[in-house]
């Protein structure tokens, strides 16, 4: 019998496998393993299964700011624990009208939070990223050195990998069943049952398409699509220093290296008329497809509109991926049932990333229960109910 069983090998429950490990706690972590195949694949996916993820501190949520600040800080930690690089400090790039009030919220976060950005004008913009096509009357905010992108995949090993170094049991098949017991709990795996004293389930959107708890969440999961767009030659020479960006109403990756050997530069715009996705069924024949073709068309006219360069390239491909929101906007850290043998921690709400080391420790805080000496409260993460 393990003493945490934690559920799910994502951003989020990986960290929490580490910190628990970390803790000194004897922890099972049942995370499965990337789909080699995706189309005859049969289990569960994940939206980690890529390359490009922005992080930053410049936030216009305090609460999102300080937990990516501190997470950031942990990812050197983190590296040298797994041996597995994968923060890039590309920068990052908040661009938005002057006269509104979004850069004043998040240059307020920044500096609270000891981000290192400058604020740049129109002009200024345009000096410094040649290579971009900014509309009269923007201002922007250039965080540097704290910020850029990492890759999903690779944080999610690194974790992974410092849990096991750290003495964790890594388990790679998927869980099936999590239930409470007389004494604990029981997790299902094609490779056996798993007893433990509790369960940490970090199972994002197919939380409740498997039903891994005892109550359905109020969970809202939402099918991504994102385009990628192939560079090369001058093309790539020329976004050289481009940092990850947010502004227009989408986020944009710099050109990164894909496991294919080429450069992408990927754009995505996530909005509620997404398609919402509620069975088992749903995820995966939506992991399977190749995104929405309307969005690909959208995304295309921002993209090119935004960095000229990229307009005529035909070696373009969509991607698919979900992301999950609570209905407070902050992730649901919480027990799921009365004898507090079943937690979760879920919900991303679209930039889980770059705070999912400080989530994780959130997590691995409620279960071994020890002090809270978080920065958000705990009742702010409460569990809500479908």
Not at 27 to 48: K, Q, W, Y
Not at 61 to 66: A, E, R, Y
Not at 229 to 234: D, K, L, P, W, Y
């Amino acid at each position: 019998m393990h003493r945490i069983i934690v559920v799910g090998g994502g951003l989020i429950g990986a960290a929490a496998a580490r910190h628990l490990t970390r803790m000194g706690e004897d922890i099972a972590l049942v995370a499965p393993e990337e789909p080699v195949d995706r189309a005859s694949h049969a289990g569960v996916f994940a939206s980690h299964y890529d390359e490009g993820r922005i992080t930053r501190i410049l936030d216009p949520d305090p609460k999102w700011g300080v937990t990516a600040a501190r997470s950031i800080a942990r990812y050197p930690e983190i590296e040298a624990a797994s041996g597995i690089r994968f923060f890039e400090p590309a920068g990052f790039l908040n661009f938005a009208p002057a006269d509104g009030d979004r850069l004043a919220k998040v240059e307020a976060v920044g500096s609270a939070n000891n981000a290192r950005f400058d604020r740049l004008d129109t002009e200024q913009l345009r000096a410094r990223f040649p290579y971009l096509s900014f509309p009269d009357g923007e201002a922007g905010l250039h965080e540097h050195g704290t910020a850029g992108y990492v890759s999903p995949r690779k944080l999610a090993a690194a974790q992974t990998e410092a849990a096991r170094r750290g003495g964790a049991t890594v388990i790679r098949a998927p869980a099936t069943r999590v239930a409470a017991t007389g004494n604990g709990v029981e997790v299902e795996t094609a490779e056996g049952v798993l007893t433990g004293e509790r369960a940490l389930v970090a199972a994002g959107g197919f939380t409740n398409a498997w039903g891994l708890v005892p109550r359905r969440l109020d969970l809202t999961v939402y099918a991504r699509t994102v385009v990628l767009i192939r560079v090369e030659g001058a093309v790539l020479d020329g976004l050289a220093d481009m940092p990850s960006l947010v502004g227009a109403g989408a986020y944009l990756l710099p050109p990164i290296r894909y496991p294919d050997g080429h450069a992408y530069v990927k754009i995505g715009v996530g909005t509620a008329e997404d398609a919402r996705l509620e069975t088992a069924e749903d995820l995966d024949r939506w992991f399977k497809s190749t995104g929405s073709t309307e969005n690909r068309a959208e995304f295309l006219e921002i993209i090119t509109s935004l960095i000229p360069s990229l307009a005529g390239i035909d070696a373009v491909h969509t991607d698919t991926c979900v992301t999950s929101y609570s209905p407070h906007g902050l992730p649901m850290i919480d027990w799921v049932d009365d004898a507090r043998r079943i937690a979760v921690a879920v919900a991303g709400n679209g930039k889980g990333a770059k705070s999912a080391d400080d989530w994780g420790y959130a997590g691995a805080l409620l279960v071994a229960d020890r002090a809270w000496d978080h920065p958000i409260p705990r009742d702010r993460l409460a569990v809500a109910f479908a």
